[in-house]
């Protein structure tokens, strides 16, 4: 096979389909050489060089699978086991304890398999398995290290590392923010912060990526760690910001549970906070508008769908073009913005405002605009309306009616409201009519990502509650004046996706030259929009909470 320059041995193995272990090795990183399991045997070379580190020739006769490399492997394992606990490994009753307990157990400490939040993707447990080691015949050393917790977001458990290196390097390179870092000598040395800092301390973004890449749950994130084997995985994009990094959703019992970034997407496989870490404690929040309400004598009264949409239409009926006022949220997908802004034009009102506007740079518009603010504002152009006349959030509230797509302050006065979000606030509780939407998470969608790309949002989980998809809602109270030219999600997104797809941002072409470009962006973002559809996303997300008042 052809061997591209630069490549190693591992690598050319690897494109052969050739597996050779190791637990140090990180795609994007150069090769460390720290673990000693991928020993191999080169020709006219002494010793057993290490396959990530050795330049591969073409002329190369290596030897990566036999009884003396197997046992240097397995002397190695053994030695790593010796300190790291292996009832998962070496039980007897393994495979009935996987078949029948399949639950873990809920304890902070990890001394055995059921307690470990790595036990359905353990690196170590894979090349054990690989290498047919079956028990370990050095003495187990618990290390007994205390588990740190101060920190929000992740648990660390420093009796399971193995001292890989990965969650040092990958803070260091491509990250860029150095809060890892080998520490003390000898047999004494582990991974810490500098000077025994918490990570709240010493700057830390809490991105997971060293999450990610621990190979046998030393870290771990703490929301997510208890639900066991998954039911399914969806592969979508976060739409908490408009870079809409690549995202894998972890399903359990019908709900989110977890969000990891997707290795294959434009990002590189690397999230920030939000993404990583609140995505599913958001959307699994009580505080979610489970069914459509009417003001009926001051209180708001469940009702049908039906009914609530009824109440919108005739109340919208009862006010002129002028005194009509939308408010677009940039955390709307396009087809939801399409709908709204074609509402707009079938009222005759050009009283349009963007929630939560971003000014300056593509980069500061995607990071403070919202999930989908490129896309808002080119479909806003696409529909005719210029920017000149685009309202601001102040002068929308003197409006007699306003419909709004997320929470926004000094709205609540309005004679009639209509909002359609996805968390109560207290707007809605102000609202005329309230209709519950659907998030990013639960349904289908697009978004213009800050690059110019168009993205697909993909449903994750089945509607909540009587929740439903922002462009059905919006398509509903269309159909009540008379506009049915719309029955499927696909009818929407043919009215734009040929115009979208043209939008190109040469400026931003710099920008990708290599990996580390969005650590790079996220680094210098001194004030993170922690927002949703106008609503405070700290006061849905504890440990978002805790972080924000560190970095104040």
């Given at each position: ?311 919108a239409v005739e109340g919208l009926k009862k006010y002129s073009p ?54 808002v504002t080119h479909l806003y152009r696409m529909s005719d309306f ?167």
């Amino acid at each position: 096979m052809e061997i591209k320059e630069g490549q190693t041995v591992l690598d050319v193995a690897r494109d052969a389909g050739i597996y050779i272990p190791t637990l140090c090795t990180l795609d994007q990183l150069p090769n460390f050489g720290a673990c000693r399991l991928c020993l191999v045997k080169i020709e006219g070379m002494r010793g057993f060089p290490p396959a990530c580190s050795t330049p591969a020739t073409d002329d190369m006769d290596v030897i990566t699978d036999d009884e003396e490399l197997n046992n240097l492997r397995r002397n190695v394992v053994l030695l790593l086991l010796s300190e790291h606990p292996n009832s998962c490994i070496v039980c007897d009753d393994k495979e009935l304890c996987e078949k029948y307990r399949t639950c873990p157990m809920k304890a902070g400490q990890i001394t055995g398999c059921q307690l470990c939040p790595n036990k359905e993707d353990c690196d170590l447990r894979e090349i054990v398995e690989h290498l047919g080691i079956e028990k370990v015949d050095y003495e187990f050393n618990y290390k007994n290290l205390n588990l740190e917790r101060e920190d929000p977001f992740f648990d660390r458990d420093y009796n399971l590392c193995i001292l890989c290196g990965r969650c040092v390097r990958v803070c260091e390179e491509i990250r860029e923010m150095s809060v890892l870092a080998f520490t003390k000598r000898g047999h004494e040395t582990r991974i810490d912060t500098a000077f025994g800092k918490s990570h709240l301390e010493t700057g830390c973004r809490f991105c997971g990526a060293c999450v990610d890449v621990c190979p046998t749950g030393a870290l771990s994130a703490r929301g997510t760690k208890w639900h066991g084997k998954l039911d399914s995985e969806v592969k979508t994009v976060c739409g908490l910001c408009n870079i809409n990094c690549g995202i894998v959703v972890g399903v359990k019992w019908g709900k989110v549970v977890s969000t990891v970034p997707d290795p294959t997407s434009y990002t590189n496989g690397q999230l920030c906070v939000l993404g990583r870490f609140c995505i599913a404690p958001i959307i699994n929040h009580f505080d979610r508008l489970k069914y459509p309400l009417v003001r009926k004598d001051d209180w708001l009264i469940p009702v049908e769908w039906e009914e609530a949409i009824d109440y919108a239409v005739e109340g919208l009926k009862k006010y002129s073009p002028n005194d009509i006022g939308f408010v677009i949220s940039s955390d709307l997908n396009n087809e939801a913005a399409f709908m709204m802004l074609e509402l707009a034009r079938v009222l005759g009102t050009t009283n349009i405002a963007v929630g939560t506007p971003a000014e300056g740079s593509v980069v500061q518009e995607a990071l403070q605009g919202g999930g989908n603010a490129l896309g808002v504002t080119h479909l806003y152009r696409m529909s005719d309306f210029t920017e000149e006349k685009l309202m601001k959030p102040d002068e929308i509230s003197k409006l007699k009616a306003i419909y709004t797509t997320q929470h926004l302050a000094g709205i609540e006065e309005a004679e009639f409201l209509i909002i359609q979000d996805v968390f109560a606030s207290k707007t809605s509780e102000c609202a005329s009519v309230v209709l519950p939407a659907l998030s990013f998470i639960e349904t289908e969608g697009s978004v213009l990502s800050f690059d110019g790309t168009l993205r697909s949002l993909n449903a994750a989980v089945e509607p909540y509650a009587k929740a439903r998809p922002d462009w059905v809602i919006t398509n509903d109270v269309l159909k009540g004046f008379g506009n049915e030219n719309i029955s499927t999600l696909e009818d929407v997104r043919s009215a734009f996706k040929d115009e979208l797809k043209k939008v190109t941002l040469p400026e931003m072409q710099e920008l990708f030259l290599d990996g580390k470009w969005l650590p790079r962006i996220l680094k210098e973002n001194k004030d993170p929009q922690y927002s949703y559809r106008g609503t405070d996303l700290t006061k849905k997300v504890g440990d978002l909470r805790i972080l924000k008042e560190a970095n104040q």
